[in-house]
């Protein structure tokens, strides 16, 4: 993994990665911040599909799965009085809004490569986010 700077910051932070894994952590926060905006474009292209009103199930869980993938990399961002417990409510759910998410548009990859892209992207998070549980305890 080249410089990033979400390593950068934790790196620099005075509590480090707070007693995680760095690698872990910088992974979950990276997939979190590009699942967001993948499943953003995801809706937005959802919306310039001539069928639309098919799609209308996909749009909505790519925006919420980008509302949680979005509030998730920040809270990770965050290393000062961490609760384990919020922490690890929040990537479960995280880890859920992914599984629907990427389901849902698997269902449109084959029609649609915008769904295949994006579920590519909510996968790689599931993946991260699950990587980041077994780690929290």
Known sequence: MGHTYTRAMLDTHPLGSAGLD???????IEQCFACAQACTACADADLSEQMVAELARCARLDLD???????TGRALSRQTSRDVNLIRALVQACVTACKVCGDECERHAAMHEHCRVNADACRR????CQDLLAVLG
């Open 65 to 71: 799965c980008a509302d949680i993938c979005e509030t």
């Open 22 to 28: 760095p690698n872990i952590l910088v992974t979950c």
């Open 125 to 128: 998070c599931e993946t991260a």
